[in-house]
């Protein structure tokens, strides 16, 4: 079974968490176009640890940039457990626009109950760990294991 997924963060070719696509070796993955959002999202970068959030907030934000793939069930079940799916990110359906110009159907990883004052922060169209922003992405055995990630970012935490 073959899933698409479009990643906008760090899942992104030359972003930190890419070699996910290749975890455990043997999951299929295919790199399939470029593509952005049909619909425009909040991208922002969240908490001390500066990781990347897609708000679910239909129409604010831009028609955020990413790339499109192809996965089979195992390494769409290691993405999840990367994402924390459905505790943490949830992925939903939606539509993108590919290189061609061809509208596709595919997962992308959402914040579907995030703190409203996160809609105030800065929204980018498309997501670079090394970006201008100057907040590089903190990977996860870097982190302080007693902070949650979750706090300040999800509504109910
Ligand atoms: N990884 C997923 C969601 C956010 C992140 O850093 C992605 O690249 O789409």
Known sequence: M????????TL????????WFTKDEGGAFKFLSEASTI????LIIGTKYNIPFLLHKPGAGHNVRGE???VDDKVFANL???????NYYVRQ?????NSASEV?????????????????????ECYSSLGAHGRQYVDRYLRDPTFSVKSGILDNE
Do not use: A
């Open 93 to 97: 359906v939606k539509q993108v626009k």
């Open 39 to 42: 619909e425009k999202y909040p």
């Open 104 to 124: 596709v159907d595919t997962w992308i990883y959402f914040i579907p109950n995030f703190r409203t004052e996160l809609l105030q922060q800065e929204m980018y």
């Open 12 to 19: 992104k070719r030359g972003e930190p968490n890419h070699h």
């Open 80 to 86: 999840d457990i990367l994402e924390d799916h459905p």
């Open 68 to 70: 499109l793939y192809e």
């Open 2 to 9: 073959f899933h698409k997924v479009f990643v906008y963060g």
